[in-house]
């Protein structure tokens, strides 16, 4: 249990402008993780181990990617009571992502729309953080890296952006994640396409399976998906990731739709909207995916989860394993063991 409680927290973190206050957070929980200070949003870590794609999870509950892009912050995130935490989505080069403003809250719909744009330090900055990380893998924690292309990188040449991802982060991570369902980075979502796939996640396989018998651990890879596509589209995903031996599948990205935000503040910026407008059209996702894969294949689902209710439906829809982030937002750090135990109690 958080020493202060976020009900006291949230008021004056929503005065500030969502990024200063997204910063200063993190800034915060990077300076105080792994010392006494960390029992001020700490929470108890719920047993509820799992194995999915060969991995112990100590429970189901996992931090979306997205929230520490640098991954600065793993231990102090992992305090929360995460079985699993994912940092990224991290890129070659550095670069600064869209221009400000570009990330809005809509409260009455608990949600957020954010353009950032893969904002990141870049795969060496990364890399170096990540591997000052201890504490929460020493207790077991998995450590999912999310890997994307630079905004100046041309679509045709995704695949050697993504390539050199892998190699980065392949001896550090527990999962590699390939996010190809951003809306903020021009045409990334063509790559969701059939023959689009396919090419990626066959070069990717190859090189991860080189870079597996090299350092002898195998590496789990998942594909990080939009929840704005058609059925025959998720069919044909569901085909290429079997074909290509990727070993699960993330379901879902933000949403670029807005229907459940009409006329509200904000409703009109572009961006993909995250949070509880999003949970419908994450499940329908899951839904297919479970019918399209064979039983087992792993699905994590996230996408609107803001109560340990949610939680249960993701599994009930399908998913394995569920990752929160916007709910994070606006319940705060206790979401994490009130979803682990929710799920526990299945």
Same mark, same amino acid.
């Given at each position: 249990m958080p020493l202060i409680p976020y009900a006291l927290t949230r008021p004056f973190l929503f005065g500030l402008d969502p990024e200063q206050a997204h910063e200063l957070t993190l800034g915060s929980i990077a300076r105080l993780q792994n010392t006494p200070a960390q029992l001020l949003w700490c929470g108890e870590r719920v047993?509820?181990?799992? *194995?999915?794609?060969?991995?112990?999870?100590p429970n189901r509950v996992g931090l979306a990617a997205g929230l520490d892009k640098n991954g600065r912050c793993i231990d102090g995130l992992g305090a929360m009571g995460f079985?699993?935490?994912?940092?990224? *989505?991290? *890129?070659?080069k550095g670069q600064p992502? !869209?221009?400000?403003?570009?990330?809005?809250?809509?409260?009455e719909a608990r949600a957020l729309i954010n353009r950032l744009g893969?904002? !990141?330090?870049?795969l060496q900055s990364f890399i170096t953080n990540v591997k000052q990380a201890?504490?929460?893998?020493?207790?077991?924690?998995?450590?999912?890296? !999310?890997?994307?292309?630079?905004?100046?990188?041309?679509?045709?040449?995704?695949?050697?952006?993504?390539?050199?991802?892998?190699?980065?982060? +392949?001896? +550090?991570?527990?999962?590699i994640t390939v996010n190809i369902s951003s809306p903020n980075t021009k045409n990334l979502r063509a790559l969701q396409s059939d023959e689009a796939l396919d090419a990626l996640l066959g070069a990717l396989q190859a090189r991860k399976q080189q870079l597996d018998s090299h350092s002898g651990r195998r590496v789990p890879m998942f594909v990080k998906i939009a929840p704005d596509l058609e059925e025959d589209q998720v069919t044909v995903i569901a085909r290429t990731l079997q074909a290509n031996g990727i070993d699960g599948v993330i379901a879902t990205n933000t949403t670029i739709a807005?229907?459940?935000?009409?006329?509200?503040? +904000?409703?009109?910026? *572009?961006?993909?909207? =995250?949070?509880?407008?999003?949970?419908?059209? =994450?499940?329908?996702v899951i839904r297919l995916l479970r019918a399209a894969l064979p039983a087992g294949y792993p699905i994590i689902g996230v996408g609107g989860v803001m109560s340990?209710?949610?939680?249960?439906?993701k599994i009930a829809a399908g998913a394995d394993l569920v990752q929160i982030y916007t709910g994070l937002i606006y319940q705060g750090p206790g979401l994490v063991s009130e979803c682990a135990k929710a799920l526990a109690r299945r």
């Open positions: 047993s509820d181990p799992v *194995t999915v794609a060969g991995l112990r999870f079985g699993f935490i994912e940092v990224g *989505t991290v *890129t070659p992502g !869209n221009d400000k403003p570009r990330m809005f809250r809509l409260p893969f904002n !990141n330090e870049g201890h504490s929460f893998r020493r207790a077991g924690g998995i450590l999912g890296l !999310n890997i994307g292309k630079n905004a100046a990188t041309p679509i045709e040449n995704a695949a050697d952006d993504y390539l050199l991802g892998l190699e980065g982060v +392949h001896p +550090h991570a527990d999962y807005r229907d459940k935000v009409q006329g509200l503040a +904000h409703a009109g910026e *572009t961006g993909g909207l =995250s949070g509880a407008p999003v949970f419908e059209a =994450s499940n329908r340990g209710e949610d939680a249960r439906a």
